[in-house]
């Protein structure tokens, strides 16, 4: 029996109110949340702050889920996150697989980047919704 694929991301703004986004050298080069699959026994949360920690180099702390977002596509669950850093350091790329990661204002952020990393950042500033499941389609990219 195969396992079924859980993915994390987060949500990690800045004192200035700017979102934190990584680049990753595979795929279509896009800016997207730090964030990656589940390991073996790890939760969402668990996953989430690793991904940080791997691609950027910062310790993270999970503060709330701001949505679950099904992939049929891929038969996936994917969860987000608001996370609050331990430390006011910048972050560092990890080179084997995000080439950048910076913050960004969140009314100019980069291209290449998917609707899906759109929705997940404007889903986790509506602190008002209380929608968070929603079924997602096949990704549109804005380049």
Same mark, same amino acid.
């Given at each position: 029996?195969?396992?079924? @694929?859980?993915?994390?991301?987060? $949500?990690? /703004?800045? &004192?200035?109110? +700017? $979102?934190?986004? =990584?680049?990753?050298?595979?795929?279509?080069? !896009?800016?997207?949340?730090?964030?990656?699959? *589940? %390991? /073996?026994?790890?939760?969402?949360?668990?996953?989430?702050?690793?991904?940080?920690?791997? %691609?950027?180099?910062?310790? &993270?702390?999970?503060? +709330?889920?701001?949505? =679950?977002?099904? %992939? @049929? %596509? #891929?038969?996936? #669950? #994917?969860? =987000?996150?608001?996370?609050?850093?331990?430390? #006011?350091? @910048?972050?560092?790329?990890?080179?084997?697989?995000?080439?950048?990661?910076?913050?960004?204002? $969140?009314?100019?952020?980069?291209?290449?980047? *998917?609707?899906?990393?759109?929705? +997940?950042?404007?889903?986790? /500033? !509506?602190?008002?919704?209380?929608?968070?499941?929603?079924?997602?389609?096949? +990704?549109?990219?804005?380049?």
């Amino acid at each position: 029996m195969s396992r079924k @694929p859980v993915g994390a991301a987060a $949500v990690i /703004l800045d &004192a200035e109110g +700017r $979102v934190l986004l =990584v680049k990753h050298n595979y795929g279509k080069y !896009n800016w997207e949340l730090p964030g990656g699959l *589940s %390991e /073996l026994s790890e939760s969402a949360a668990s996953t989430a702050t690793r991904e940080v920690r791997e %691609e950027t180099g910062l310790e &993270a702390d999970v503060e +709330r889920m701001t949505g =679950v977002y099904y %992939e @049929p %596509e #891929h038969d996936m #669950h #994917h969860f =987000v996150f608001t996370c609050k850093l331990s430390s #006011h350091q @910048p972050p560092r790329p990890d080179e084997a697989e995000v080439i950048a990661c910076q913050y960004f204002h $969140v009314d100019d952020l980069p291209r290449p980047i *998917s609707d899906f990393t759109l929705a +997940r950042i404007q889903d986790a /500033l !509506n602190k008002s919704d209380d929608q968070l499941f929603h079924i997602i389609g096949p +990704r549109q990219w804005f380049e």
